[in-house]
């Protein structure tokens, strides 16, 4: 009940391209969804963030796609770029502890000149 | 600067010995958290705390201990009870409220030898 599931485990995608990751969650009292990247050797920074009573949520070439009757939400990265190249993490919590999070397994993503 | 650091970068140990990971935070924030990540899993929350001289158990808390004295001050002892301490640990803190980012430190990484 606890799990959030992510794919692909791993992404290559040429420069210009849309990187597509999907995350999928069991607990329905999640109500916060989050995405880091983190870079090798460094701790994860949150890139964005959905509430569920949104369906999209854009922040420059970042947005958060949720579907909630479907329990699913994926992020978008559009014309992707060399040094978009870091691993990805889907997240879910409660509003009222953001910090207390259940991580997806991680995307691990490479951008092509 | 504010932010959330993490020390040692790296630290090396022998089994049957406890260690202690340090993490210190000058946001002001409330909360404090523990994660550890092993290569291919996502994140995974050891222990946290909400306010000070109180902290509850994350999902994985067999073998390790935290203390939380000071609001800056959340440290992670690694037991020897711990089978298998070799990984990235990562501290993470929030301010208390609504919808709000968890920050993460630079990491630790601890390995066993």
């Known amino acids: ?113 | 600067d504010g932010g959330i650091t993490q020390s040692p970068k790296y630290l090396f140990r022998k089994e049957g010995q406890n260690v202690t990971l340090s993490c210190e935070q000058n946001l002001n924030h409330d909360a404090m958290y523990w994660y550890r990540q092993d290569p291919g899993q996502g994140l995974r929350l050891i222990y946290y705390s909400q306010i000070v001289n109180d902290f509850q158990k994350g999902d994985i808390a067999e073998g390790y201990s935290v203390s939380r004295e000071k609001k800056e001050s959340f440290p992670l002892t690694v037991t020897s009870a711990q089978k298998n301490p070799t990984a990235f640990y990562l501290c993470a803190s929030t301010v208390t409220g609504l919808n709000t980012e968890a920050f993460f430190g630079q990491g630790t990484r601890l390995t066993v030898v």
């Open chain 1, 1 to 113: 009940q606890q799990q959030v599931k992510q794919s692909p485990q791993s992404l290559i995608v040429q420069k210009g391209g849309i990187s597509i990751i999907n995350c999928a969650y069991e607990n329905t009292a999640f109500d916060y969804f989050p995405w880091y990247q983190q870079f090798p050797g460094k701790g994860p920074a949150l890139l964005i963030a959905i509430r569920p009573d949104v369906s999209e949520k854009k922040e420059g070439r970042f947005t958060i796609s949720f579907n909630k009757s479907a329990k699913q939400f994926s992020l978008h990265i559009m014309d992707s770029q060399p040094g978009d190249s870091a691993t990805y993490f889907c997240a879910a919590s409660k509003e009222s502890n953001t910090g207390k999070l259940i991580f997806g397994q991680g995307t691990t993503l490479q951008v092509k000149p």
